[in-house]
């Protein structure tokens, strides 16, 4: 067993005692809880795929990956994501050191322009972000702004620094509006970000995180509706042995089947430091995305009215996979991706097909 399988295996056990799937759960209970995020942090689970150099726990990327699949399987209503495979990346990528305390990073919406104004005291960051996950939660903010003359820094933002405007997404989750009101920063919390590092490489770590919660949540949903169609009964015995029914369940393992390979293909391709692989990290989300979609309108077939209930934990998963296809690119935007880097590879396309397939 590997050290990420180990982790893994930890991270289900600990999950299905905090989070069980049938634990009655709603989009109310979405606020961060702190005696939970402590605990995990006194675990090193929150900055696991950080440097040690930068304050982290040291881990590979996969392990981070491996933590945000695990937590979108139980619907875990904290930021780890946003934490460890966002903030904790765009402050290493700054040069600086991950700050304690739950984080997220504002993404790279078009529109938003944020400006670092160089001071006597420091730097004065202005603007706006959109949907920033969990912005008013988190302690600490990490964005990316311009200089005057256009340079590219990261900056660490304290949360009483922030203006926040409250929103939230399909499933409830935290979206929210940040506003950065020319508020004075230390030149401690400004980072010059590594030569490769710009606005598309955060854009790509924030599509890789939503690819991977939505791949740990479509698992759940398979499951939920696996042992539904089993123990459901109708016409004296269960509706799993229905054709119509099993036509269903089909289309629904297939479409997990390819969102699942989609993911580990670009999480193994995902290098420690350096350039994020635009082109598999778009066809798993292209693929993720269909899936969600398709997964989502098989599962509902099959359960019916009780899926749509509060009671029942299905819908804690169906809506998030539903809002997290537009977050860090729509599917469309992505498959616009993938088809303009085909176009480009012209006779090395067979090349760029396999690139990130494991070795036999």
Same mark, same amino acid.
């Given at each position: 067993?590997?050290?990420?399988?180990?982790? $893994?295996?930890?991270?289900?056990? @600990?999950?299905?005692?905090?989070?069980?799937?049938?634990?009655?759960?709603?989009?109310? !209970?979405?606020?961060? !809880?702190?005696?939970?995020?402590?605990?995990?942090?006194?675990?090193?689970?929150?900055?696991?795929?950080?440097? *040690? /150099?930068?304050?982290?726990?040291?881990?590979?990327?996969?392990?981070?990956?491996?933590?945000?699949?695990?937590?979108? $399987?139980?619907?875990?209503?904290?930021?780890?994501?946003?934490?460890?495979?966002?903030?904790?990346?765009?402050?290493?990528?700054?040069?600086? #050191?991950?700050?304690?305390?739950?984080?997220? =990073?504002?993404?790279?919406?078009?529109?938003?322009?944020?400006?670092?104004?160089?001071?006597? &005291?420091?730097?004065?960051?202005?603007? +706006?972000?959109?949907?920033?996950?969990?912005?008013?939660?988190?302690?600490?903010?990490?964005?990316?702004?311009?200089?005057?003359?256009?340079?590219? +820094?990261?900056? /660490?933002?304290? /949360?009483?620094?922030?203006?926040?405007?409250?929103?939230?997404?399909?499933?409830?989750?935290?979206? &929210?509006?940040?506003?950065?009101?020319?508020?004075?920063?230390?030149?401690?919390?400004?980072?010059?970000?590594?030569?490769?590092?710009?606005?598309?490489?955060?854009? @790509?770590?924030?599509?890789?995180?939503? /690819?991977?919660?939505?791949?740990?949540?479509?698992?759940?949903?398979?499951?939920?509706?696996?042992? %539904?169609?089993?123990? +459901?009964? #109708?016409?004296?015995?269960?509706?799993?042995?229905?054709?119509?029914?099993?036509?269903?369940?089909?289309?629904?393992?297939?479409?997990?089947?390819?969102?699942?390979?989609?993911?580990?293909? =670009?999480? =193994?391709?995902?290098?420690?430091?350096?350039?994020?692989?635009?082109?598999?990290?778009?066809?798993?989300?292209?693929?993720? $995305?269909?899936?969600?979609?398709?997964?989502?309108?098989?599962?509902?077939?099959?359960?019916?009215?009780?899926?749509?209930?509060?009671? %029942?934990?299905?819908?804690? %998963?169906?809506?998030?996979?539903?809002?997290? +296809? !537009?977050? %860090?690119?729509?599917?469309?935007?992505?498959?616009?991706?993938?088809? *303009?880097?085909?176009?480009? $590879?012209? &006779?090395?396309?067979?090349?760029?097909?396999?690139?990130?397939?494991?070795?036999?």
């Amino acid at each position: 067993m590997s050290g990420t399988d180990l982790f $893994s295996e930890i991270l289900r056990e @600990l999950f299905a005692a905090r989070y069980p799937v049938d634990g009655g759960a709603s989009e109310a !209970d979405v606020a961060l !809880d702190p005696e939970r995020w402590d605990e995990l942090t006194e675990l090193g689970f929150t900055l696991v795929s950080v440097p *040690e /150099a930068a304050g982290g726990g040291g881990g590979s990327v996969a392990d981070g990956c491996a933590l945000v699949r695990i937590a979108g $399987s139980h619907a875990v209503p904290l930021p780890l994501g946003e934490t460890t495979l966002l903030g904790g990346f765009v402050a290493v990528a700054g040069g600086l #050191q991950a700050p304690a305390g739950p984080l997220t =990073a504002a993404p790279a919406v078009a529109g938003d322009l944020l400006t670092l104004e160089p001071t006597a &005291d420091g730097h004065r960051l202005s603007g +706006r972000a959109h949907g920033v996950p969990w912005g008013a939660a988190a302690g600490t903010v990490l964005v990316l702004a311009r200089e005057p003359g256009g340079a590219l +820094r990261v900056a /660490a933002v304290p /949360a009483d620094r922030i203006a926040a405007l409250p929103g939230a997404n399909l499933a409830g989750e935290p979206r &929210d509006d940040l506003v950065f009101d020319g508020c004075l920063l230390a030149s401690a919390l400004i980072g010059t970000p590594a030569p490769w590092f710009d606005e598309e490489e955060l854009l @790509l770590r924030g599509a890789l995180l939503r /690819a991977v919660s939505t791949a740990g949540a479509l698992d759940r949903i398979q499951e939920l509706t696996v042992g %539904y169609a089993r123990t +459901r009964q #109708q016409f004296g015995r269960s509706i799993a042995r229905f054709q119509f029914v099993q036509n269903h369940l089909a289309e629904l393992a297939r479409e997990v089947a390819l969102a699942r390979t989609a993911c580990e293909l =670009a999480v =193994a391709a995902v290098p420690e430091e350096g350039p994020m692989p635009r082109f598999a990290i778009a066809v798993a989300r292209v693929v993720g $995305s269909r899936a969600a979609t398709q997964v989502a309108r098989h599962a509902h077939q099959i359960h019916g009215a009780i899926g749509v209930t509060t009671e %029942y934990p299905l819908h804690l %998963y169906t809506r998030r996979v539903l809002a997290w +296809r !537009d977050e %860090y690119g729509s599917e469309r935007s992505w498959a616009r991706v993938v088809s *303009e880097e085909a176009a480009q $590879s012209g &006779d090395r396309i067979w090349e760029l097909l396999t690139a990130t397939a494991p070795a036999v």
